[in-house]
């Protein structure tokens, strides 16, 4: 026996078989990726049964969660929205549970299946009277018409971002928790009737109208509310209370009508016309910084606001305005200097026009306050 043509045939064997099983491997992977990618698709479907959500989903039309059921959404899924045959904008209706939960690297995304889309390409999300833990964490919500749409219901949002809707958020009768995340470049960023939100290091920017806030208790920590082309904070008798946040560069910075609350440790700069506008609303003011607006710094209408240890300075306008004609109690707030004639000349009422009621600044301050904790 020839060992050489043995060997020769042992080693040619062995390639042809490595080759195969390499064959086979690229094979199997190619198909593995395909399947994958393979978006699967929901015509008008309605989700009878709880359901898990991965890879490429397209929703024709609608889909509805019905009560008994739980969607949920794996990380980077991505979810498209097309018009139906009837040609009515395509939702996501949730009368059970929706859990979507992204990751930093894998964030949900929901947006439109148009090529070129549009704020209003698509319906949004809509919650229906369901008050089960609803949950959207680290994910992205684009081109809508509006984003959420709450109706007596509960939502959770962490790290979730809403851009170029019409309406990012809307909620009536509603529950709303956002922690962290971004509403931006959308006609109205959140909208809130009759509800409660809490609202904690949310990002507002570059909306028309940040907040519209109507007979709703609203909790404000650590907002960042600017470069919105009207009004950062549109409230109407509301019960709120504001913490630590940033009104910059807005038209208006915050706009406050009737209702109770608080405004502490607060920065309103650079907006363009008045910093913060207050209208017949009980409003304590304490540790804010009013700096560098176009008009005045605070404008008050009535209401029996206090005002206690901020800074005022280098407004363009009065530093505060009484276009009321009650008493504005200011007394122990820093002026940007001790001279009283500077003082006075920055401050609108009753020594300007008999129509106006008298601010009580003395005693104030001669030196700048701690504005942080």
């Known amino acids: 026996m020839n060992h050489d043509n043995c060997s020769v045939t042992f080693v040619r064997s062995s390639r042809v078989k490595t080759l195969f099983a390499i064959c086979i491997f690229f094979c199997v992977s190619t198909i593995s990726q395909a399947a994958e990618q393979a978006t699967i698709v929901y015509d008008g479907a309605v989700l009878t049964e709880d359901v898990t ?11 509805v969660v019905a009560p008994q059921a ?6 980077g899924t991505v979810v498209r929205f097309a018009a139906s045959a009837a040609q009515q904008l395509p939702n996501l209706v949730v009368q059970g549970r929706l859990h979507a939960a992204g990751s930093t690297e894998k964030p949900v995304v929901l947006t439109s299946d148009q090529s070129r889309p549009v704020r209003g390409s698509w319906g949004g999300i809509v919650f229906l009277s369901t008050e089960k833990r609803n949950l959207l964490d680290r994910c992205r919500i684009e081109y809508a018409d509006t984003g959420i749409d709450l109706r007596f219901s509960t939502v959770t949002l962490k ?3 809403i851009v170029h809707a019409r ?12 922690t962290g995340g971004t509403v931006s470049d959308s006609d109205t960023g959140i909208e809130i009737h009759n509800s409660e939100f809490d609202g904690r290091d949310t990002t507002v920017d570059s909306c028309t109208f940040g907040f519209l806030l109507n007979k709703s208790s609203v909790v404000l920590a650590a907002p960042r509310v600017v470069n919105n082309l009207q009004t950062g904070v549109e409230a109407s008798e509301c019960r709120i209370k504001i913490s630590g946040g940033e009104f910059s560069g807005n038209t208006v910075g915050a706009r406050i009508s009737g209702g109770e609350g608080q405004i502490v440790m607060s920065r309103f700069l650079r907006n363009r016309q008045i ?17 560098d607006n176009l008009h005045d710094g605070l404008h008050t209408e009535d209401g029996f606001a206090l005002l206690l240890n901020n800074a005022f300075s280098s407004n363009a306008g009065f530093n505060l305005y009484n276009a009321g004609s009650e008493v504005v109690s200011a007394r122990q707030n820093w002026w940007g ?17 008999k129509n106006s009621g008298t601010v009580e600044v003395f005693p104030w301050l001669n030196e700048k306050p701690p504005l942080a904790p």
């Open 167 to 178: 309406t990012a958020l809307l909620s009536h009768d509603g529950v709303v928790q956002m």
């Open 70 to 75: 739980t969607l949920r959404i794996d990380p």
């Open 53 to 63: 959500w991965s890879g490429s989903i397209l929703v024709r039309g609608f889909v």
């Open 275 to 291: 910093a913060l506008h207050l209208i017949g609303s009980r409003i304590k003011i304490q540790r804010c910084l009013f700096a």
């Open 159 to 161: 790290g979730t971002s």
């Open 337 to 353: 200097t001790a001279d009283q004639l500077f003082i006075r000349q920055k401050i609108h009422d009753v020594a300007r026009d």
